[in-house]
């Protein structure tokens, strides 16, 4: 093979090889974030863990069980959970809650501590409902979303986003 060919096989291979990681966002410093967008996914995964809980119940108490449909809404509500969690660990964690700088601010330190409880709050109720099908972990999603929106953003970024809501 001459050199050309190895650098194509060479090339090739190390595109495919990291093409799943170009795809994810973001841990490279792009400065592209969306968050607006991340909380209309979460209410869309909750809303979708609370259909897929509802359809297993529904469909488990029928006289003659659908396994390969109960099986198929299980598998969607776990993956539905870790979309949540994902958003928790991988992108607000990871990206957007930033250490505070400055340890004698006490508002940004109660702040950040907040931050990180509430999403780790997410995450177990995100975990504790693909373990179930118990609502209640649903309705404490759906509170708990709600109150980092209300931590996440300021009163004048909430008043402004609320002006661009349709």
């Not at 966002?25 to 509802?54: L, N």
């Not at 109960?70 to 509500?77: E, T």
Request: overall charge negative; charged content about 25%; aromatic content about 10%.
């Amino acid at each position: 093979m001459n050199t050309k060919k190895y650098l194509f096989l060479f090339a090739a291979m190390f595109t495919i090889g990291f093409s799943t990681v170009a795809f994810a966002h973001c841990e490279i410093p792009c400065g592209i974030y969306t968050d607006k967008m991340r909380f209309e996914m979460w209410e869309e995964q909750i809303a979708t863990v609370e259909k897929s809980m509802k359809q297993i119940v529904e469909l488990s108490k029928a006289g003659e069980k659908n396994y390969n449909q109960i099986v198929r809404w299980v598998v969607n509500k776990d993956e539905h959970a870790d979309d949540i969690r994902e958003i928790a660990v991988q992108y607000f964690l990871a990206q957007r809650i930033v250490p505070v700088a400055d340890p004698t601010d006490q508002a940004a330190v109660e702040k950040y501590n907040k931050s990180l409880e509430v999403l780790h709050h997410i995450i177990v109720h995100a975990m504790k409902a693909k373990q179930t099908t118990d609502l209640q972990h649903v309705d404490k999603l759906r509170e708990l979303v709600k109150q980092f929106y209300k931590l996440y953003f300021n009163e004048e970024m909430q008043e402004h986003l609320e002006e661009h809501h349709h």
